[in-house]
């Protein structure tokens, strides 16, 4: 098992096949293990390279997770590449996972050669995106299929990183909002930015991404027809031909 320091706490990573590093960035409330279905969509033509965040996973835990929690993860990212000796890397990040390789793309832009942001909400937390959360967490204690997959994230302890997670998703939507520490058009990182139509989490998504699209300087826009929460893993072959697509050009 790989670890790296952050914080003089121990996170997990793996990687798979070789080439290109390609950093895949998990959501919330879940592991890396949300990608163990496509990672072979991906490691024929990149190193593929999966992290469990902090607190998350195979990681150590933390009685509470930052209220910056995004830009936090960001910086989880930051330690490892620089740990590691990894530049030039690609990121695709996934909901929570988006929002923190946007803020290592907007924090060190040399460490990134592309990034795929896919199904997150903006660049500030909205209501319906909390609310959201917070009741399908509930609803998900007492449902077996809910719970079986939740303790194959993240094991016995399941239900307190889950809590956690939705304890800090609301404390920052009432506190902070803002996911990003820079201004999003000071973003230099060619871009990709994905999402369903029918993404339940951000129903809107297609209006927030156009908006983003005339804001941030070298960006493309995907936006799939089906599919629910997230779309790399809803739409996965259509998903990971658009992806591998945009970062071989």
């Not at 991906?42 to 509470?64: A, P, T």
């Not at 930051?78 to 988006?98: H, M, P, R, V």
């Not at 303790?151 to 902070?176: C, L, N, P, Q, S």
Request: aromatic share 12%.
């Amino acid at each position: 098992m790989a670890f790296f320091k952050y914080k003089d706490k121990k996170v997990f990573y793996r990687e798979y096949g070789t080439g290109q590093p390609l950093l895949m960035l998990h959501g919330n409330s879940v592991s890396s293990k949300m990608f163990d279905s496509i990672i072979d969509l991906y490691e024929d033509q990149f190193k593929v390279i999966l992290i469990d965040f902090l607190g998350h996973g195979q990681s150590d835990r933390i009685k509470e997770f930052p209220i910056d929690f995004w830009y936090d993860q960001g910086m989880q990212v930051i330690a490892f590449c620089e740990q590691n000796g990894y530049k030039d890397i690609n990121i695709l990040g996934t909901s929570g996972g988006a929002l923190a390789g946007i803020n290592v793309a907007l924090e060190h832009p040399d460490l990134v050669s592309k990034l795929i942001a896919d199904s997150f909400e903006g660049v500030r937390s909205i209501e319906h995106f909390a609310g959201q959360v917070q009741k399908e967490r509930e609803a998900s204690k007492v449902d077996e299929g809910a719970r079986n997959f939740f303790a194959y994230m993240h094991g016995d302890d399941w239900m307190d990183v889950v809590d956690a997670d939705t304890d800090v998703i609301i404390r920052h939507h009432k506190e902070v909002g803002d996911f990003f520490h820079k201004d999003i058009s000071e973003l230099k990182v060619a871009t990709l930015l994905t999402g369903s139509k029918e993404d339940e989490y951000c129903p809107e998504i297609s209006e927030l991404f156009k908006e983003l699209g005339l804001t941030i300087q070298d960006v493309s826009v995907h936006i799939f027809e089906s599919g629910s929460h997230p779309s790399v893993m809803t739409s996965a072959e259509e998903f990971a031909n658009i992806a591998k697509q945009f970062l071989s050009n």
